[in-house]
């Protein structure tokens, strides 16, 4: 089981997220089991105050950097894995952090909010800075529902079917190919033909194909990484590739 701990200071955002759709299953099923950490609770004045003004000037309020320890310090000193605070500084998070993040024992993520966080935290507490994209957003919340949701999703069990996973986007370095469901013709745009054949060895061409030209048109970044990656055996997808 896969522990994720969350200091937020807004775990009421984060809670009814974590009881849905997949997630909410492998929770249920006790695949993943989480820990939402007010971060408020750290706080040592009447006020409750987490945050101040910046040294050296500058808009915006900091996260201050002693709520942030003492909370992972309150999780334990049995506890292990790797400390994620997430940052538009930070690396980009992709498929294979995910993978790895899924691997772990246990994951403590760190939501920021307002300005930024000291970077004391980052660096006092070993932590991985993780941007889920080249944007900024109001605080941390949504990046780690992201986050939460791209690794649980690959944890054994959580899908029904593993292949679902494994014909995702990013999973083998290239987009996925569109997909179609019935009707066969809507409003006269029509699912393609090879894809109703019931040949699947076209179907699997089709989708490799496919996989190859819009993750060209529209991920030049990924297609080159994918071009210079000669050591692997892109076999098609819908093949039995490990």
């Not at 750290?42 to 909370?71: N, S």
């Not at 033909?193 to 496919?210: C, D, F, T």
Request: hydrophobic letters at 40%; a negative charge; charged letters at 25%.
């Amino acid at each position: 089981m896969l522990k994720i701990n969350v200091v937020t200071l807004f775990p009421e955002a984060l809670e009814p997220m974590l009881g849905a759709s997949i997630v909410g299953r492998a929770r249920a099923a006790g695949l993943v089991e989480f820990r939402l950490v007010q971060l408020r609770d750290f706080a040592h004045d009447r006020h409750q105050t987490v945050d101040d003004y910046a040294f050296g000037g500058g808009a915006g309020m900091v996260l201050k950097p002693e709520p942030f320890f003492e909370a992972v310090e309150s999780l334990g000193p049995s506890r292990e894995g790797p400390v994620v605070l997430l940052s538009a500084r930070g690396e980009r998070f992709d498929h294979r952090r995910a993978v790895r993040y899924s691997l772990q024992p246990e994951l403590t993520l760190l939501a920021g909010h307002y300005k930024d966080v000291d970077q004391r935290v980052a660096d006092g507490l070993g932590a991985e800075e993780v941007s889920i994209g080249d944007f900024v957003l109001s605080g941390g919340e949504p990046a780690a529902l992201c986050l939460i949701d791209a690794v649980v999703r690959l944890l054994p069990g959580a899908l029904s079917d593993h292949e679902s996973a494994s014909s995702d986007s990013h999973y083998d370095g290239l987009l996925s190919p569109p997909s179609y469901t019935r009707p066969p013709v809507y409003r006269g745009l029509e699912v393609p033909e090879v894809l109703r054949s019931g040949n699947h060895a076209e179907i699997a061409a089709w989708k490799q194909r496919m996989a190859e030209r819009m993750t060209a048109e529209r991920r030049p970044d990924l297609w080159a990484a994918w071009q210079s990656d000669e050591g692997d055996d892109h076999g098609p997808r819908g093949s039995d590739r490990p």
